[in-house]
T-cell receptor, first 112, second 116 residues
Framework: DTAVSQTPKYLVTQMGNDKSIKCEQN?????MYWYKQDSKKFLKIMFS???????INETVPNRFSPKSPDKAHLNLHINSLELGDSAVYFC???????????FGQGTRLTVV | GNSVTQMEGPVTLSEEAFLTINCTYT??????LFWYVQYPGEGLQLLLK?????DKGSNKGFEATYRKETTSFHLEKGSVQVSDSAVYFC???????????????FGKGTKLSVKP
């Protein structure tokens, strides 16, 4: 069973479109995250959710919005996509701060 | 704020060479330290961790020791293999003083290429 799964794995879309990336974890973790990895492999945290409440919201454009229907899911919705949004987006989850985060396989978003 | 600094890559080594990837950190609170590995086309996987000063994390021949006095967590392996070729990330997370969980913060990653 996959611990953290995200879909789709690849997403190609045109500028201006709205898209969503789904993430689910079956580990029973309390905290979930979204990270953006750029072409230089730099990882930037975008959001983290703890028990369905946003606890840390980094300075990302408000075109990005996390949505958590329940503790096991944290979806990422992006409005009005721009070329600069092209990157790999990773979902992750952890039980608490001292334990490891488990990552999904990533979603490669390409905006054309 | 919390931050992680790791050596710039890429690092290219011959098989069986000794590996060191330096990592230093700044953190408030009580950080836990991690090394993650990302193989080509895959997500990040935990390689090893240490949750308090002087702890040594180890896995698959890799080791790193949590040094509070030098705020470092350098990754080492005595004899690398071609299959170790990947990007390695140093990371930390820290409990905030209020008791809430802090962000998992990553360094910029170091690409390792091992040649036969």
């Amino acid at each position: 069973d996959t611990a953290v799964s995200q879909t789709p794995k690849y997403l190609v879309t045109q500028m201006g479109n709205d898209k969503s990336i789904k993430c689910e974890q079956n580990l029973g973790h309390d905290t979930m995250y979204w990270y953006k990895q750029d072409s230089k492999k730099f990882l930037k945290i975008m959001f983290s959710y703890n028990n369905k409440e946003l606890i840390i919201n980094e300075t990302v454009p408000n075109r990005f919005s996390p949505k958590s229907p329940d503790k096991a899911h944290l979806n990422l919705h992006i409005n009005s996509l721009e070329l600069g949004d092209s990157a790999v987006y990773f979902c992750a989850s952890s039980q608490d701060y001292s334990r490891a985060a488990f990552f999904g396989q990533g979603t490669r978003l390409t905006v054309v | 704020g919390n931050s992680v600094t790791q050596m710039e890559g890429p690092v290219t080594l011959s098989e069986e060479a000794f590996l060191t990837i330096n990592c230093t950190y700044t953190a408030t609170g009580y950080p836990s330290l991690f090394w993650y590995v990302q193989y080509p086309g895959e997500g990040l996987q935990l390689l090893l961790k240490a949750t308090k000063a002087d702890d040594k994390g180890s896995n698959k021949g890799f080791e790193a020791t949590y040094r509070k006095e030098t705020t470092s967590f350098h990754l080492e392996k005595g004899s690398v293999q071609v299959s170790d070729s990947a990007v390695y990330f140093c990371a930390l997370t820290s409990m905030n003083y209020g008791g809430s969980q802090g962000n998992l913060i990553f360094g910029k990653g170091t690409k390792l290429s091992v040649k036969p």
